[in-house]
């Protein structure tokens, strides 16, 4: 059973870094695609960028090169930073796996965390 | 960026009845890349269909997707009660991968 634990501060302050581990367990994380995504408080999604074990990344261009992901594979865990934070990163931060599906060309967010809050406030 | 607006912002049912919603993309989407997933409160979201019209595992054939190009459907047949939820796009056709702003589905 695959699950995906996202933990860290709840609150951090502006101007600070935001540090955030997704614990993975039912499947390793070698040879997927991980994900992190943000849910404002308003509801919207928002995909902030993938990491591979290999060290390929992606990130969304609109956080500004402020996003940093690695991949512990002796822990199982996925990381994320994002840096200089301003209270419109205020949000749920969730990880997620790029999986395959049963057609070889679709792909999907396959397996999600349940989400850790964090608020950006002095 | 791909921008995805669905519409209707909110739809509300009775059980029974059919759910029809939409996501419209501002440009080109292959419909193997585009997907769609149901977020009911307090959990994370859940995929429904990939490829546009493929239903994931366990997902009930009530849910039917469609569409090609910049025009995507999620028909939800046979409303129940369970169902009350939100649902996103998404789009993988080019990064940033990006989600619509979601339909909240209220069953009366």
Not at chain 1, 2 to 8: A, I, P, R, T, Y
Not at chain 1, 62 to 75: E, F, G, Y
Not at chain 2, 19 to 35: E, I
Request: aromatic share 10%; charged share 20%; net charge neutral.
């Amino acid at each position: 059973q695959v699950q995906l634990q996202e933990s860290g501060p709840g609150l951090v302050k502006p101007s600070e870094t935001l540090s955030l581990t997704c614990s993975v367990s039912g499947v390793s994380t070698k040879n997927h695609y991980w994900n992190w995504i943000r849910q404002t408080p308003g509801k919207r999604l928002e995909w902030i960028g993938y990491i591979h074990e290999s060290g390929r990344s992606r990130d969304n261009p609109s956080l500004q090169s402020r996003v940093t992901m690695s991949v512990d594979t002796s822990k199982n865990q996925i990381s994320l930073q994002l840096t200089s934070v301003t209270a419109a990163d205020t949000a749920l931060y969730y990880c997620a796996r790029w999986g395959e599906t049963s057609d070889p060309n679709c792909r999907a967010f396959d397996y999600w965390g349940q989400g850790t809050l964090v608020a950006v406030s002095s | 960026e791909i921008v995805l607006t669905q519409s209707p912002d909110t739809l509300s049912l009775s059980p029974g009845e059919r759910g029809t919603l939409s996501c419209r993309a501002s440009q080109y989407v292959a419909s193997g890349n585009l997907v769609w997933y149901q977020q009911k409160p307090g959990q994370a979201p859940r995929l429904l269909v990939y490829g546009a019209s493929s239903r994931a595992t366990g997902i009930p054939d009530r849910f039917s997707g469609s569409g090609s190009g910049t025009d995507f459907t999620l028909t939800i047949s046979r409303l129940e009660p369970e169902d009350s939820a939100v649902y996103y796009c998404q789009q993988y056709e080019d990064a940033p991968l990006t989600f619509g702003g979601g339909t909240k589905l209220e069953i009366k």
